[in-house]
């Protein structure tokens, strides 16, 4: 179920990091989902790394809490089984007392064209 979510507007978005402030996790949470929409996202130069850290004690020490890295093929695609993807997703899961969660985007190579989704659950 979900208990909170976040849109992530439709944007060009630029080379560059952006930090992700920390925010509190609500008690019975365990998961961050993020969807995006790649279905405009065609430069292969464009590369996106998103990067979470988690706090057991509100916010006084970090912990690595996963990452993931999205790119497109040579050709421009996203592609799962040989079907071309309209969306990509990862999930973060942490355990049970995580009481703060922040990060990092970076976007390299080429701007990205996306929209999408955090769903905390």
Known sequence: MALKTIII???TYQVGTALINSAVVPGEAVQ???TLDVSLWTDPAARMDIALEQSLDNGSSWVPGGAT???PRLDGTFRSKGQILT???ATFQWQAGVTNVRGSISISG???PTSGTVVVS
């Open 87 to 89: 969306s990509v997703v």
């Open 32 to 34: 961050a989902q993020i």
């Open 69 to 71: 890295t999205w790119q």
């Open 110 to 112: 080429a701007s990205v």
């Open 9 to 11: 507007p439709s944007n």
